[in-house]
């Protein structure tokens, strides 16, 4: 069993700066890719950040400039650097893993339970 877990949600006033943590633990083997997405009231989860093995790095266009992921291999941990946040921003942020088991063939995902960001204008 994989757990992902996240932190570093919050109240910030707009124009300020989060950070968000995110960790996968358990029965993991390697990690293809992390990543964060959110989802606002009434709107369906759009991805925000992920990382790619290798580095590769992809973000919505929404967040470009302003937000930043990062990785660290060896803790199976990812993080994004919030800055500059906008009321928009507002959502709940949920983490991503794909990861593969021992013994396994193929990728699997799992969520996170989700950290609220709040930005007041």
């Known amino acids: 069993q994989v757990q992902v877990v996240e932190s570093g949600g919050g109240l910030v006033q707009a124009g300020g700066s989060l950070r968000l943590s995110c960790a996968a633990s358990?029965?993991?083997?390697?990690?293809?890719?992390m990543g964060w997405y959110r989802q606002a009231p009434g709107k369906q989860r759009e991805l925000v950040a992920i990382?790619?093995?290798?580095?590769?790095?992809n973000y919505a266009n929404s967040v470009k400039g302003r937000f930043t992921i990062s990785r660290d291999g060896a803790k199976n941990t990812v993080y994004v650097q919030m800055n500059s946040l906008i009321p928009e921003d507002t959502a709940v942020y949920y983490c991503?893993?794909?990861?593969?088991?021992?013994?396994?063939?193929?990728?699997?995902?799992?969520w996170g339970q989700g950290t609220q960001v709040t930005v007041s204008s």
């Open positions: 991503y893993a794909e990861y593969k088991r021992p013994y396994s063939a193929g990728y699997t995902g799992a």
């Open positions: 358990g029965s993991i083997l390697s990690i293809n890719a």
């Open positions: 990382i790619i093995s290798g580095g590769i790095t």
